[in-house]
């Protein structure tokens, strides 16, 4: 057989091998905003069913969202015109992930794993669950060797660790897309395993091709979920790219997953949660939103063998830092990264704001003396942010505070230190020296 048609090949005989052998069915008995009643088919949560006419006329995909009085309640995952009573309703097998292997890498897949694309078919694992549990917290591997994202400000004051979790707050506009290619194109992952979860349609192809780069798509596996899409599509987007990144990790791989954004993954939860009836609880999110994050964030991580590093942006609304998702995300993840709207309007970019992230695992992955390098730098830092207004109106004389004179004197060496070229890349080590020649005397 032709080399270059058996992939091709394998990839169908895998695909026909999940075709179900028995069907089973049930009939739509009522259409209720966007929910379809079905009487059967014996199906479980989550899993997809096929809505079909009896003429032929019409056939949509819909997953099953929930129950109600011996019903079965799904959400159509495509457009349901032509959707009428007395639809046929046949369950389907979940659908395969594509396998993890050098034929994975720079291609852009769908939330539910098929090709976005346009590049053909992917062979596929025998491996279709996208919704695996998280690894045993006693087997889970410790975190002690630093992760370089090639991001200075990251690197020295917001050191990430392999297998580490860290949220990205940040309102709209303040570089968060640009920031995310930056760490995907610098950083030393092996595997780069990016969820567009409820991207406007505009900004995905602006992301692969400004953003990602033809670098980047190399190591690259992108899974898009755009807004427009129904709201199971949006969610099962993050399962899919977390089941993918996972697959990379029980290689071995050391993976970078990153997620945009997880406030879209708790919108198309609470738009689920509320059209079957589930009554909200904080600020208009349904308690399902609140027991789904932990599910979905604690799956990444280090595993047995190999490490998801992994970045979860969250959209703060007013940037209000303390809003329901953002608090509930806060709490589950090893540390944060705040971009700051008024570093932006000053053009500072990446527009990380230092003083308000934290890592919480910082003493793992540095050595004593990076602690503290970068525990003086903060300090003198937070000291001026204590004093700019006196210093911005001139209220305050050189002379009278020594530690407050140094601080004065680092703020642009330090700000030129944390500014950063879109693509400059920065090894860590090299960070660190600069770091110590800006702090000695």
């Known amino acids: 057989m032709n080399a270059s048609v058996a992939p091709l090949v394998e990839a169908i005989r895998t695909q026909v091998r999940h075709l179900p052998t028995v069907q089973r069915l049930g009939t739509v008995t009522a259409v209720t905003g966007l929910i379809i009643e079905s009487d059967g088919p014996n199906v479980g949560l989550g899993e997809l069913c096929l809505v079909r006419s009896p003429r032929g006329q019409f056939s949509l995909q819909a997953e099953v969202v929930g129950f109600r009085e011996h019903r079965v309640l799904l959400m159509p995952l495509g457009e349901t015109s032509g959707l009428h009573v007395g639809c046929e309703v046949a369950a389907l097998e979940r659908p395969p992930l594509p396998r993890p292997g050098p034929e994975m890498l720079g291609r852009v897949l769908d939330a539910l794993g098929r090709p976005f694309d346009g590049k053909g078919l992917l062979p596929v694992a025998a491996q279709t669950a996208s919704a ?148 909200p609880a904080t600020r208009g999110y349904t308690p399902s939103v609140f027991a789904m994050l932990p599910r979905l964030l604690e799956r990444s991580g280090a595993g047995e063998v190999g490490a998801i590093t992994a970045l979860y942006t969250v959209l703060v609304e007013g940037d209000d830092m303390n809003e329901p998702v953002a608090d509930a995300v806060r709490g589950i993840l090893d540390g944060h990264l705040v971009l700051s709207r008024s570093l932006a309007h000053f053009n500072h970019y990446p527009a990380i704001d230092i003083l308000e992230s934290v890592s919480r695992l910082t003493r793992d992955v540095c050595t004593p003396a990076e602690v503290a390098l970068a525990g003086r730098a903060r300090e003198h830092l937070a000291l001026y942010r204590k004093n700019e207004d006196l210093v911005s109106i001139g209220a305050y004389q050189k002379g009278g505070n020594l530690a407050l004179d140094q601080a004065i004197a680092l703020q642009e060496p330090l700000g030129k230190f944390t500014r950063q070229l879109v693509d400059e890349h920065s090894p860590r080590a090299q960070t660190f020296t600069q770091l110590k020649t800006i702090l000695t005397p």
Do not use: C, Y
């Not at 392999?162 to 092996?190: C, H, N, P, W, Y």
């Open 132 to 279: 695996n549990t998280p690894p045993h917290p006693l087997r889970r591997q410790r975190i002690k060797t630093a992760f370089a994202t090639g991001v200075r400000a990251i690197d020295a004051f917001v050191p990430l660790g392999r297998g580490q979790r860290l949220g990205l707050f940040a309102g709209s506009g303040v570089g968060k897309s640009t920031l995310m290619g930056m760490i995907a194109r610098g950083s030393e992952a092996d595997v780069v395993v990016v969820a567009l979860v409820g991207e406007r349609g505009r900004e995905v192809r602006e992301f692969l091709e400004k953003d990602l780069g033809p670098e980047g798509m190399k190591r690259a596996v992108v899974v898009v979920a755009t807004s427009d899409q129904p709201a199971p599509l949006r969610l099962r987007a993050a399962f899919t790219a977390t089941a993918i990144a996972e697959a990379w990790r029980d290689q071995g791989k050391n993976v970078l997953l990153m997620m945009d954004s997880v406030t879209r993954f708790a919108m198309a939860q609470r738009e689920i949660g509320l059209a079957i009836g589930e009554p």
